[in-house]
């Protein structure tokens, strides 16, 4: 028994001393990643600490360790307080809005572009299709903005037709629309290079033995194109999931006011407007934190149907 354990130690001293050894002749490359470790540490996991002061009241001038512990007296207050089951509502219907009509969007965009034979024009495509996803949202929203006003273009069309311009901002009837198609314009072009990437690993044989076989353009993008896509389309959609709680603060907050909160008031906007504006950390940090968990909850959920349907799962 002694032997045993004494070897199983030896093994183990032999195990680490040539990872080591791998890991310093692998150290420049190391190196490259060392920035990006960083990063993920100091701003992604250290902060995570300040999670607790979710479960305190929180004073700014007592800092956490001072700060009186109240369990999960905030997260109570917040389930049941009249915004809960707006926020909810308005998070998972924008959210699902999104997924239903701006997730499709870059994998027909890809199809239809893997189609165009002329290069020069295919590259002017991308181009100009992707450029706005280099556009901030305070940008963009701008753009917007200028377009919908009630002076702006898009109005001013209306009103040359003799229909009445609506007032988009402040209409809790198209304001989220407009948040879904904006949405969609901004992303579907940067988001198709990730299926265009995915369309240049399929085999160029199948296309050749396709048409041997008398299968038309359509035939081959529905039994070639979209099998060999596959496992990309499900990866997207794994994450995609996993967003669902997320419904794009940065876009809403440039665009909505108090007029569409009804609507367009979602849990990261909440949290902001307690958590900065009202300075009540503690709610704010609490509300953040039930999304997340709700977050992390769904993307396992949804890998696990997946993963259990045959299909390519994360993990």
Request: glycine share 6%; net charge positive; proline share 3%.
């Amino acid at each position: 028994m002694a032997n045993a354990n004494m070897r199983t130690v030896q093994g183990r001293k032999l195990k680490g001393a040539a990872l080591w050894r791998e890991v310093w002749k692998s150290r420049y490359f190391y190196l490259f990643i060392l920035p990006a470790f960083l990063f993920f540490v100091i701003f992604v996991y250290l902060p995570y600490f300040g999670l607790v002061i979710a479960f305190q009241d929180f004073k700014i001038f007592s800092g956490v360790f001072a700060s009186p512990f109240v369990g999960f007296k905030h997260f109570i207050n917040f389930f049941n307080s009249q915004n809960f089951v707006v926020l909810i509502r308005n998070t998972l219907s924008i959210s699902a809005l999104r997924l239903i009509f701006s997730f499709p969007l870059p994998i027909i965009f890809a199809l239809l572009l893997n189609e165009v034979r002329h290069s020069l024009y295919k590259r002017a495509i991308q181009t100009i299709t992707y450029f706005p996803n280099f556009l901030s949202w305070v940008v963009f929203a701008g753009i917007v903005m200028n377009l919908i006003r009630p002076t702006g273009i898009i109005n001013s069309v209306f009103t040359s037709l003799g229909l009445e311009a609506p007032n988009i901002l402040t209409s809790t009837k198209y304001f989220v629309p407009m948040l879904i198609v904006t949405d969609a314009l901004k992303g579907f072009g940067f988001g198709a290079i990730i299926y265009l990437a995915a369309l240049s690993g399929v085999d160029a044989q199948l296309y050749e033995a396709a048409v041997i076989d008398g299968a038309k353009r359509m035939r081959q993008i529905w039994h070639i194109t979209l099998p060999g896509i596959r496992p990309t389309i499900v990866v997207m959609l794994i994450m995609a999931l996993g967003n669902i709680m997320n419904a794009g603060f940065d876009q809403i907050f440039n665009l909505y006011n108090a007029s569409v909160y009804e609507v367009a008031d979602i849990i990261d906007t909440y949290v902001f407007r307690i958590g900065y504006l009202s300075s009540q950390y503690s709610l704010g940090t609490a509300v953040g934190l039930f999304k997340g968990v709700i977050g992390m909850f769904l993307i396992v959920v949804a890998n696990t149907i997946i993963r259990k349907s045959g299909e390519a799962s994360i993990w």
